[in-house]
Nanobody, 127 residues
Framework: DVQLQASGGGLVQAGGSLRLSCAAS????????IGWFRQVPGKEREVVAC????????YYTDSVKGRFTISRNNVKNSVYLQMNSLKPEDTAIYYC????????????????????WGQGTQVTVSS
């Protein structure tokens, strides 16, 4: 079975940091681009960052550029999201997802184009 296990969420004050982890099993990790998404109640799930496997390319949504960093360890089948300078508007459930291609495609923003999803981890930033 394919599993993506997201962890690392929690409660933090504005300006603080958290590091999310996503551990994958049951897939050939090198063959997948990995994305981090977030969702708040009543809103659509939005991409936060995405990492390719083939060439190290990364993408970030504008609101997190300069604050969040996505990285991956293909030996450990894991992807990380380092979140610094957190803001209350970053509060959401964060999900990791895997898309079955090693590069970032033009569909990286579209949640429906991802093949596997983790269970989500709650991030709450207090003001």
């Amino acid at each position: 079975d394919v599993q993506l296990q997201a962890s690392g969420g929690g409660l933090v004050q504005a300006g603080g940091s958290l590091r999310l982890s996503c551990a994958a099993s049951g897939i050939t990790f090198d063959d997948y681009a990995i994305g981090w998404f977030r969702q708040v109640p009543g809103k659509e799930r939005e991409v936060v960052a995405c990492s390719s496997s083939s060439d190290g390319t990364t993408y970030y949504t504008d609101s997190v550029k300069g604050r969040f960093t996505i990285s991956r360890n293909n030996v450990k089948n894991s992807v990380y999201l380092q979140m610094n300078s957190l803001k209350p508007e970053d509060t959401a459930i964060y999900y990791c997802a895997a898309q079955s291609r090693p590069y970032i495609s033009g569909t990286y923003r579209d949640p429906s184009k991802y093949d596997y999803w983790g269970q989500g981890t709650q991030v709450t930033v207090s003001s």
